[in-house]
């Protein structure tokens, strides 16, 4: 069990590797817990690049990948989308480590898939996300890729970085 620091600089990382491949264009598209394996040292690495993708110059792709839970509205309503969606996975992701379920949990994965794209979110009472936390997801997990925290019209990842929810981590 790792405590909340460790917890956070664990959250960082994976912010940084966002920042590294989103530098290169590529949208990685699968980010999930499965994916992310610790090294003997404690360090995290992200595995299974299947999905990944140079974005075209546009910037937008149209490929319906990835894995349902984790799906940004956008891929859902095959509309097009581009590297705003590993900061939706990456919302997800810090919801599932904390809470330990997906925010958009269901039976079906139509009630899931209907539930991301009408933006049902809702945080579990136990345990208590910090006001900070809940400012970090709900900006990950904005509707609009456009306004969503890390995407490049928001100041791509350093706003994440740079969010109250990671002061004093390094």
Known sequence: VRDA??????????????????????????????????DCKG?????????????????TTYTMCGTPDYMAPEILRNRGHGLGVDWWAFGVVLVQLRAGYCPFVARTEDETC??????ALKFPAD???????????????HGAPAARLGSSTNLGPAAVL??????GVG
Do not use: W
């Open 5 to 38: 620091r460790s917890h956070r600089a664990d959250q960082r990382s994976l912010t940084t590797h966002r920042r590294y491949l989103h530098a290169l264009h590529v949208a990685y598209r699968d980010l999930k817990p499965a994916n992310v394996l610790v």
């Open 127 to 141: 345990p208590a996300f910090s006001p900070d936390e809940e400012a970090l997801v709900c900006g990950l997990l």
């Open 162 to 167: 740079a969010h109250p929810y990671f002061e």
């Open 43 to 59: 360090h995290l690495r992200v595995a299974d690049f299947g999905f990944a993708r140079r974005l075209p110059e546009s910037g």
């Open 114 to 119: 209907y539930k991301i794209t009408s933006g």
